[in-house]
């Protein structure tokens, strides 16, 4: 069944279980996080939703958007004195967006449907372990190339295997078009050899250019038109 959603185009992708800080300065987005914050929007979810490539002005159409968004649960909220946000969010379900309404609220409203994973083929267990820690060794030969050693963490030894894609490329700084690819991804161990495949590219580069991007935390602020 279709739902109805606030949305907040971004040129960002959010992925599930990853954490999103934005700061909320432009009036409508500041009213959907007093919204959010109130109870006005009980669930405290919104839709974030990359905006594509060509886009330079006021989102008012569907085309305007990339199909497949994430939602994103508000965390934390700081009002600053003179009205602005800063709030955190964590990506959570993958959602398909089916249209959009500018009207109907001071805020984007977006009617989208859940996007839940594929089943799990059944597989040799050993086929899997091996892919889980091909794509942890990527992990950590990408975050070894990338940051300090105090600046990454591992996700958790116990990370269910169709999580784990998402929480290995968290703290990536992949491009929004592979980004944006893994949230499209419904299988899950096609998403983790994907993601492998992914941070052995990146690593390889950095490595050969001998070079690192800036640490993750200057990065937490996407770009957004509204």
Sequence with gaps: MAD???????????????????????????????DLVTGAL????????????????????????????CSA????AKRLPDGRFDIITTGDRRFRLLDID????????????????????????????MLVESARAAHRRYCNAAWRSDDWT??????????????LAADCLLSLEDRQKLLEETRPLHRLRM??????????????????PAPPSEFNTPLCLN
Excluded: K
Aim: glycine fraction near 4%.
């Design 154 to 167: 591992e996700p958790d030894a116990d990370t269910e295997t169709c999580h784990l894609a998402h929480a």
């Design 73 to 76: 649960a508000l965390r934390q």
């Design 195 to 212: 993601v492998g495949q992914l941070l052995n590219r990146e690593a390889g580069i950095l490595s050969a250019l001998h070079a690192v």
């Design 102 to 129: 500018a009207t109907a609220a001071p805020y984007l409203m977006g009617t989208v449907e859940w996007i839940p994973d594929a089943e799990q083929p059944t597989t040799a267990t050993d086929s899997v372990s």
């Design 4 to 34: 109805s959603l606030p949305l907040f185009p971004l040129r960002a992708v959010l992925l599930p279980g990853a954490n999103l800080p934005l700061h909320i300065f432009e009036p409508r987005y500041r009213q959907l996080t007093v």
């Design 42 to 69: 009980p669930e405290r979810v919104f839709g974030v939703v990359s905006l594509r490539p060509s886009t330079d002005h006021e989102v008012t159409d569907i085309s305007q958007l990339r199909v497949i968004g």
